[in-house]
């Protein structure tokens, strides 16, 4: 089964599928309250061999998922190159420290830095800048697991902070995250940059939930379902190469990453 693929007509602000392709081109959530970045894209669906990957990583621990499931985000990266500057502050939406040290590891900066290894030869021109240490959050949050969008909002109110203002301030930045489903936390990591003085905000994701078509069948529909957090020393063969990209054997964290306002 391969890893479904985001296709048809999408909001050029957020990425969620629309119903029709004909004007207005924007989602409603985007018309009634646009968000505070310029354009959020992905690479596939939430759903899947997509979704089982990404639980691969976060929940089992199974950090080698991270150097193919970067190269799709660095093609989804790709996608901005029309709009996006060429030169961006790379920032991973970070975890709080307590789930960070329970994990072992932030997926979104293991995602970013593989990434951004394989645009550094595929579009040499880009200057992107991993900047892991710039954004922070500064609050546990709940899981937003079985939240309404508004509960979800509030949830992540005010959860984010930057660690050097001055090194945003008048910068492009390109935020990662593994999925976005309502945008909530897109927007408040966005929201925190641009009042820190970032210039522009751009997201770029591996996975986007259909909130849009699931919203209309309820919640349970379209939330990624829970998972309690889980380490183990070592995954099972089969899951190792069911995942994996053969043609990359070599550690999925980029060695001497430059990191800022660290």
């Known amino acids: 089964m391969e890893f479904p693929l985001q296709s048809g007509p999408v909001c050029v602000r957020c990425g ?32 899947g061999r997509m979704r089982e990957a990404i639980h691969a990583l976060k929940y089992d621990g199974l950090q080698p998922v991270a150097q193919r499931l970067g190269g799709m985000l660095a093609e989804a990266i790709v996608q901005l190159a029309r709009e996006a500057p060429a030169e961006m502050l790379v920032v991973p939406v970070p975890l709080h420290r307590g789930k960070r040290a329970q994990r072992g590891f932030n997926q979104a900066r293991l995602l970013a830095a593989e990434a951004l290894r394989r645009l550094a030869g595929s579009h040499p021109h880009w200057h992107l800048t991993l900047a892991a240490r710039t954004l922070l959050r500064q609050r546990a949050t709940e899981s937003q697991f079985g939240l309404s969008p508004h ?6 109110r005010g959860a984010f902070t930057v660690s050097d203002p001055d090194a945003v301030a008048g910068r492009a930045i390109l935020l990662i995250d593994d999925i976005l489903t309502t945008g909530a936390t897109a927007r408040a990591a ?7 003085g970032a210039a522009s905000v751009w997201v770029a994701t591996l996975a986007r939930a259909r ?7 309820g919640m349970a529909a379209w939330q990624p379902e829970h998972v309690p957090e889980r380490k183990t020393d070592a995954a099972p063969a089969s899951m190792h190469d069911r995942f994996m990209d053969s043609s990359h054997g070599q550690s999925s964290f980029q060695e001497g990453e430059k990191d800022v306002a660290g």
Request: proline share 12%; hydrophobic share 35%; charged share 25%.
């Open 16 to 47: 969620d599928t629309l119903e029709s392709p004909a004007p207005p081109s924007l989602c409603r959530a985007c018309r009634l309250a646009p968000p505070p970045y310029e354009r959020a894209v992905a690479y596939g669906i939430y759903d």
């Open 151 to 156: 509960q979800r909002r509030l949830n992540v």
């Open 190 to 196: 966005a929201r925190a940059l641009r009042r820190a």
């Open 211 to 217: 909130r849009g078509a699931a919203q209309q069948q």
